[in-house]
């Protein structure tokens, strides 16, 4: 009988494992601004505020649409989520771009790829 509450208790504990939570359309819907951006020219790479650049508004739509004015994602019209990552779509689909994503509250990472390392930071715009 005490084998048996081993096992079980092992089977429970060794079973419960936590998930990486993936955000949905709905959770990624929204106005973003970017707040800063991730530069590395090989070495040790830094975080840089974002206030001086011109264009830094993406809005996420919950029916998968997009709109803003990210020189990056100004060809793409649609987007979808795929495990940890954002693909974004083109006219007729034909285009594509996939950037893994990190949300935690109002905070959305993006990461292009690239050979020295980038990231693009926003913060949710609130009504």
């Known amino acids: 009988m005490r084998f048996l509450f081993v096992v ?3 089977s429970v504990l060794f079973a419960c494992s936590k998930s990486k939570e993936v955000a949905g359309k709905e959770s990624l819907a929204g ?4 707040s800063s951006y991730y530069e590395s020219t090989g070495a040790a790479g830094e975080w840089k505020p974002a206030n001086s650049l011109p264009n830094r508004r ?3 739509r919950a ?5 803003g004015d990210l020189i990056i994602l100004n060809r ?3 987007y979808t989520t ?3 990552s954002l693909v974004f779509y083109g006219a007729a689909r034909q285009d594509s771009l996939v950037m893994p994503y990190e949300l935690e509250s109002n ?3 993006l990461y292009p790829l690239c050979y020295e ?10 009504p």
């Not at 029916?63 to 709109?67: L, P």
């Not at 990231?119 to 609130?126: I, Q, S």
């Open 76 to 78: 793409f019209e649609t």
């Open 117 to 126: 390392g980038c990231g693009l930071k926003f913060r949710r715009v609130l």
């Open 107 to 109: 905070i959305l990472m």
């Open 63 to 67: 029916d998968g649409t997009m709109a």
């Open 8 to 10: 079980v208790l092992a």
């Open 58 to 60: 993406l809005e996420l």
């Open 31 to 34: 106005s973003w601004l970017l």
């Open 82 to 84: 795929r495990q940890d």
